[in-house]
C-alpha cells in the first residue's frame, strides 16, 4: 500500500483534507490511516502529523525510517502571515535526501475565504520556479472542507503520480 505524508503547518486543514474526523481537534500525535482519498481507488496508508512546532521534529523521524510515496503537503491560503514560514517547511521537506523519489502534492487550502491569492500567485511565492527539475511537485486551491471537482482534480493528480 503506497505511503502518504501529510504535512504542513497547524491548522493548515491537514486532517479535515484526509477527513478523518468531521470536526477534527489539532493532532497531537501521528494518526495513521488506510483509506482511499478517491472511491473505488485503492487505499493509501495516510500519515496524518501535528503541524506543531514543538512537534515538528517528529516529521523526520518518519521519513527516516519510511518510505514515502508521496508528500501531501497542506497550506492555510487565507493566511499569507504563515506563506514564510510554511514555504521553508516544504523547502526543507523537498531538499531532503530520503524523499528525493517522492511525489509532492501541495494543497492551498482556502478555508473557505473569497479573498485568497490567484494559485499562479501563491505557486510563486512558494518558490515552484526555484525547485531543483527533479522534485516532481504541483500545486492545487481548493476548500478541503468541501469535496467538489477541485478536490477530485488533486486526488486524481496524486493517484496518477504514485507510481511514475
Ligand atoms: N471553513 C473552513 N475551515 C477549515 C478548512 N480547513 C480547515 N478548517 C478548520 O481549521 C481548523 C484546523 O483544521 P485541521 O484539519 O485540524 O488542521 P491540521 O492541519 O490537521 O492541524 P494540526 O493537526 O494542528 O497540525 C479546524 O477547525 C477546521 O475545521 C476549510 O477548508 N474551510
Ligand atoms: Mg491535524
Do not use: C
Not at 501521528?30 to 516529521?59: C, F, H, M, Y
Not at 494559485?119 to 478541503?144: M, N, Q
Amino acid at each position: 500500500m503506497p505511503a502518504v505524508l501529510v504535512a504542513g503547518l497547524e491548522a493548515a486543514g491537514k486532517t479535515t483534507l484526509i477527513s478523518i474526523k468531521d470536526q477534527p481537534e489539532r493532532t497531537l500525535g501521528t494518526e495513521i490511516v488506510e483509506k482511499a482519498l478517491i472511491s473505488n481507488l485503492r487505499k493509501l496508508s495516510l500519515w496524518d502529523v501535528s503541524g506543531n512546532e514543538a512537534l515538528r521534529p517528529i516529521w523526520p523521524a518518519h521519513y527516516k525510517n519510511v518510505r514515502f510515496n508521496a508528500v501531501i503537503f497542506v497550506v492555510d491560503a487565507s493566511d499569507e502571515r504563515l506563506f514564510e514560514e510554511s514555504k521553508e517547511e516544504l523547502h526543507i521537506l523537498t531538499n531532503e535526501e530520503e524523499l528525493r523519489e517522492t511525489v509532492f502534492i501541495v494543497i492551498f487550502n482556502t478555508k473557505g475565504a473569497n479573498n485568497v491569492p490567484t494559485l499562479e500567485h501563491l505557486k510563486h511565492v512558494f518558490g515552484f520556479d526555484k525547485f531543483h527539475t527533479s522534485v516532481r511537485i504541483e500545486g492545487f486551491l481548493i476548500d478541503v472542507k468541501r469535496y467538489d471537482r477541485h478536490t477530485h482534480e488533486a486526488f486524481t493528480w496524486l493517484y496518477n503520480n504514485l507510481d511514475s
